[in-house]
């Protein structure tokens, strides 16, 4: 951790960003916990340093929910079922002028509704499958790499095949998370800003055991 936000003073906000992602976890109860940092590492006590930047993710279908801000995380009563939520207002556009770059986050806790309904999401084939597909506007990505976090916090990198389907390793019981990333080039308004590189972050959790 303390390595990542050296490299960040020196490399700029970029690198944070990007190493960086919005995720949900729910374990059973109605309450959705929304969190800014690293999956693959433990949440600090008090959040992580950025956490602050996470201010008001919008839940997918929107709700009236209140969001009450605990020192590492967001929570937020959510409906049964998979809850989703996005956030394009962490990290402020940076670089120069001419080569300006933002991120969008999106972020889904389950894996019961074989669907996308947010731009960028991985979702399962089938409910409580080990198989899910990175679909981007209505679409699958094939040949995209994906990010595996076991409970353990292992990381394995795995790649979508021809479909868009990625096969995960479950076994044993925890939290699991994926994540994949995109961008769009080229001149665009993100944040009251010209951007000329757009990231998109997703992540989809879910326990099992």
């Not at 959510?78 to 402020?92: E, L, P, S």
């Not at 769009?184 to 998109?200: C, F, N």
Request: net charge neutral; proline share 7%.
């Amino acid at each position: 951790m303390i390595k990542l936000f050296l490299a960040a003073a020196l490399l700029g906000t970029s690198t944070l960003a990007a190493a960086h992602e919005v995720w949900i976890e729910r374990d059973g109860s109605a309450t959705a916990r929304i969190y800014l940092g690293e999956p693959a590492e433990p949440v600090p006590a008090g959040g992580d340093p950025e956490f602050t930047k996470l201010k008001a993710p919008r839940l997918v279908p929107s709700s009236r929910a209140a969001m009450v801000r605990r020192n590492d995380h967001i929570e937020v009563a959510a409906v049964a079922g998979d809850v989703r939520a996005w956030d394009d207002n962490v990290f402020a556009p940076w670089g120069p002028a001419t080569k300006r770059e933002a991120v969008v986050y999106y972020a889904r806790a389950g894996r019961i509704e074989p669907k996308a309904v947010l731009p960028f999401e991985i979702v399962p084939v089938a409910t409580d499958a080990d198989r899910f597909t990175v679909i981007r506007d209505g679409r699958p990505l094939a040949d995209t790499e994906v990010t595996f976090v076991t409970p353990a916090r292992e990381t394995r990198k795995l790649r979508t095949d021809a479909r868009g389907v990625v096969v995960v390793p479950t076994s044993g019981s925890g939290r699991y998370l994926l994540s994949a990333a995109a961008k769009d080039e080229g001149e665009r308004q993100h944040g009251g800003m010209t951007v000329h590189t757009l990231h998109y972050i997703t992540t989809t959790s879910y326990h099992a055991g």
